[in-house]
Structure formats: structure tokens, C-alpha cells
């Protein structure tokens, strides 16, 4: 069983940054993909950012060239660091962890919220 426990979450002014922490239970990072998602009032769950066990990342259009995600092996967390943020950005925002064999865990989602 993994477990996921998300931090870092809040209310920003557009333009500005955050960055969300994902604590995983136990050293699972040689096993499982880690992805952050975010939900939208209204709107279905999206892809934000996924790093694989081998550490290759990918990012939504969306979010390219402002969102970082990394992980620390030592500490078990992911991270994602978001700069510049915008309104639209606004959302329940989750860690999940993923192997193909086993399925998805997620955590319970930390709120972002974007405004003046």
C-alpha cells in the first residue's frame, strides 16, 4: 500500500510561485511513476506533470516552460515547483503514483488557488 501526503498548497497572486511537496510512504520512486494532477471546478482531472522511474519528465502544453517537477530519492517526496502562475491554474492539485502492473496511488489533493 502507498501512501501519498501532499503539502504547499494556498492562494497566490497571478505571477507568482508555489511549491507543492508529495511525501511518499517508503523509497517506491524505482518502482512507480510519479505524476501530478489538478481538478478544476467543472472539470474533469488533468495531467500537470509525470516523472518516470528513470527520471525522463514530461509536462501539459499548458504548464511547459513554468512548472518543474522533481523528486528527492532521499527524502521520497516530489516536488513541483510552479512559477507564474495564472488563474486558470486554479485547482485541486494531486500527487499520484502509477505502475502498470499494480494501478494508481493518489493523494488527498492540496488546493491552489490563483488570484488578486
Known amino acids: 500500500q502507498v501512501q501519498l501526503v501532499e503539502s504547499g498548497g494556498g492562494l497566490v497572486q497571478p505571477g507568482g510561485s508555489l511549491r507543492l511537496s508529495c511525501a511518499a510512504s517508503g523509497n517506491i520512486f524505482s518502482f512507480y511513476a510519479m505524476g501530478w494532477y489538478r481538478q478544476a471546478p467543472g472539470k474533469q482531472r488533468e495531467l500537470v506533470a509525470v516523472?518516470?522511474?528513470?527520471?525522463?519528465?514530461n509536462y501539459a502544453e499548458s504548464v511547459k516552460g513554468r512548472f518543474t517537477i522533481s523528486r528527492d530519492i532521499g527524502k521520497n517526496t516530489v516536488y513541483l515547483q510552479m512559477n507564474s502562475l495564472k488563474p486558470e491554474d486554479t485547482a485541486v492539485y494531486y500527487c499520484?503514483?502509477?505502475?502498470?502492473?499494480?494501478?494508481?496511488?493518489w493523494g488527498q489533493g492540496t488546493q491552489v488557488t490563483v488570484s488578486s
Open positions: 499520484s503514483a502509477n505502475r502498470p502492473d499494480v494501478g494508481d496511488y
Open positions: 516523472i518516470a522511474r528513470g527520471g525522463s519528465t
